[in-house]
């Protein structure tokens, strides 16, 4: 059974940095491959802004978290970080962790963002902040 756990999150003002964690148990080997963060507002729709493919060592990142966010994973812990520095009022949401690309990871690059491509996802952690 495939189990995501996120913590890490919380409140800081503008301007802090957060580093959020999940840890993945029971993932196949191919669904290391390609990992990502999602974070949701209320009222809006889930957003990817981070993603990671491991096989190549690439990473992607939504226009608004560029140069920003860090996403990076450790294989011997089975763990997904997303390091966040220059926090803003906008980055507010929960977060959440995504693996299991379905289908073919040819196109991984230009699909990170389709929520519907994940098989699994965690529960969420908040980020909250603050002006």
């Known amino acids: 059974q495939v189990q995501l756990v996120e913590s890490g999150g919380g409140s800081v003002q503008a301007g802090g940095s957060l580093r959020l964690s999940c840890a993945a148990r029971?993932?196949?080997?191919?669904?290391?491959?390609?990992m990502a963060w999602f974070r949701q507002a209320p009222g809006k729709e889930r957003e990817g802004v981070a993603a990671?493919?491991?096989?190549?060592?690439?990473?992607y990142y939504a226009d608004s978290v560029k140069g920003r966010f860090t996403i990076a994973l450790d294989k011997a812990r089975d763990t997904l970080y997303l390091q966040m520095n220059t926090l803003k009022p906008e980055d507010t949401a929960m977060y959440y962790c995504?693996?299991?690309?379905?289908?073919?990871?040819?196109?991984?690059?230009?699909?990170?963002?389709?929520?519907?491509?994940?098989?699994?996802w965690g529960q969420g952690t908040q980020v909250t902040v603050s002006s």
């Open positions: 990671i493919y491991t096989r190549p060592g690439s990473t």
């Open positions: 995504a693996a299991g690309w379905r289908g073919d990871s040819s196109d991984f690059a230009t699909r990170y963002q389709r929520a519907e491509r994940y098989a699994y």
């Open positions: 029971g993932l196949s080997y191919n669904s290391h491959w390609c």
